[in-house]
């Protein structure tokens, strides 16, 4: 018969393999940043540098899969919910999009 402790290892590795441990994980970090966020205190006004540098950012996060490392981003920044629209990025950005094999996901590159 397992004991606790074996079940509880046996429990983790199999979550981990799966990676639903990473996720549990940091969607508890989420959770727990949203409950202590404290919403009446005004956040600083975005700028439009700002604006652009956290859509970047969100687009990486959200490429890789990091969706509530994205969602503390967001909150935290004051970051539109919605993401902007990624011709407007280019267009602001004087950047341009490659795409090797016609994926959504396409890289952005700023021109020199």
Do not use: W
Request: aromatic share 8%; proline share 4%; hydrophobic share 40%.
């Amino acid at each position: 018969m397992a004991t606790v402790t074996e079940l509880k290892a046996v429990l983790k590795d199999t979550l981990e393999k799966k990676g639903v441990l990473g996720h549990l994980k940091a969607r508890i970090r989420a959770e727990v940043f949203n409950a202590l966020d404290d919403d009446r205190e005004p956040r600083p006004s975005l700028s439009h540098e700002n604006l652009l540098i956290n859509e970047l950012i969100r687009e990486y996060l959200e490429f890789n899969k990091y969706k509530y490392t994205a969602s503390v981003l967001i909150a935290e920044s004051g970051q539109p919910v919605d993401p902007l629209d990624r011709q407007f990025l280019i267009r602001e950005l004087n950047a341009f999009e490659e795409s090797k094999d016609n994926t959504i996901s396409a890289v952005l590159y700023l021109k020199p």
